[in-house]
Nanobody, 120 residues
Framework: QLQASGGGLVQAGGSLRLSCAAS????????IGWFRQAPGKEREGVSC????????YYADSVKGRFTVSKDNAKMTVHLQMKGLKPEDTAIYYC???????????????WGQGTLVTVSS
């Protein structure tokens, strides 16, 4: 129901744009989140965009560098990532619903992840 794409290999300081496409989901009704899991680490929340007023929430580690947007007509959420750092290397997942604290425990629907690798 959720499919993330757009990952790849990028040098530090570079940019990537991830996309999350939804199907079979009442997309308008759900806050959509981005989460990531680095090797050997727990999954963590990255961003969340609300369903109605499109309020956005970000982890402190990505504030000012990442921007999330939602296109209800296209049932797609994008995560624009700039100023990438090696520590951003992880598998990125989109999931729903998310909460303002972007806690990984709450989403019921998870997409397959997309790998982002940032080289130094």
């Amino acid at each position: 129901q959720l499919q993330a794409s757009g990952g790849g290999l990028v040098q530090a300081g570079g940019s990537l744009r991830l996309s999350c496409a939804a199907s079979g989901l009442a997309f308008d009704d759900y806050a959509i989140g981005w989460f990531r899991q680095a090797p050997g680490k727990e999954r963590e929340g990255v961003s969340c965009i609300a369903s109605s007023d499109l309020t956005t929430y970000y982890a402190d580690s990505v504030k000012g560098r990442f921007t999330v947007s939602k296109d209800n007509a296209k049932m797609t959420v994008h995560l624009q990532m700039k100023g990438l750092k090696p520590e951003d290397t992880a598998i990125y997942y989109c999931a729903a619903p998310c909460t303002p604290d972007i806690a990984p425990m709450w989403p019921r629907f998870w997409g397959q992840g997309t790998l982002v690798t940032v080289s130094s």
